[in-house]
């Protein structure tokens, strides 16, 4: 079984998201179910997402929520811990990321644990604006530098799963935000699991818009990754 877990936080369109993506997995041969996980909605998001449900009228759609925020590592996790699927799929709420390249993405995870999209691909399809560019290459230069981390691009919200890969690596995870990516792939590649980075399509035009406080507590949660890693030998832990 694939399990699908999409962590929500005000999403406007989790409607035609909800039916893009299981119109998109129906496609598949595997068995499959979707986790809606909501990180603390303000707005009906929630409430949208039940009447798509209903629209649907599938049990394969399960809608998980609790009312504090606490980000979107923190209800990714929380929705592994209620999955059952051999294979998870990390896919972020919105239409940018169509789910019909899941199926393209699984054709590499026999020889491999894990599969990432990368939107610093050369085969990617995206489009970048210059200062996003430009801060995204710092960022990632950084993690190679301080991990040593042969990967472009740790955060497009399309990964692949083996689940044995996540049983152990779950343990160990301590970022709730959004450096959750990166301390999943840096305990992935001290383990020596097998990491892939394919091409990625987004329908999204990024904004150059960047909020200086999420790239800040970003940033403190990474040294701290680096920290734990280094410095605690944290992850040594089995």
Excluded: W
Aim: aromatic letters at 12%; one cysteine or more.
């Amino acid at each position: 079984m694939i399990s699908v877990i999409i962590p929500m936080y005000n999403e406007k369109d989790i409607n035609l998201n909800l039916k893009e993506i299981f119109s998109g997995l129906k496609q598949l041969k595997e068995n499959f179910e979707i986790l809606i996980v909501d990180d603390g909605s303000k707005d009906n998001s929630f409430e949208k997402a039940i009447e798509s449900a209903k629209e649907i009228n599938s049990k394969k759609i399960k809608l998980l929520r609790y009312t504090k925020n606490q980000g979107k590592g923190f209800a990714l996790r929380h929705g592994f811990y209620k999955s059952k699927g051999d294979i998870i799929i990390f896919l972020d709420s919105g239409t940018e990321l169509d789910s019909r390249q899941i199926k393209y993405f699984l054709k590499y995870l026999e020889e491999n644990d894990i599969i990432i999209g990368s939107k610093r691909h050369p085969q990617s399809k995206v489009y970048y604006p210059l200062f996003r560019r430009f801060m995204s290459r710092i960022y990632q230069t950084m993690n190679r530098i301080l991990f040593n981390l042969e990967i472009r691009d740790t955060q497009v919200g399309l990964k692949i799963f083996k689940r044995e890969v996540l049983e152990r690596i779950m343990p160990r995870i301590l970022c709730k935000k959004f450096a959750f990516d990166l301390e999943v792939l840096v305990n992935a590649n001290k383990l020596k699991y097998k990491i892939k980075e394919v091409p990625i399509e987004l329908k999204y035009k990024f904004s150059s818009t960047i909020n200086p406080e999420a790239v800040f507590l970003m940033i403190l949660d990474t040294l701290a990754i680096f920290y734990r890693l280094n410095i605690l030998r944290y992850y040594d832990r089995e």
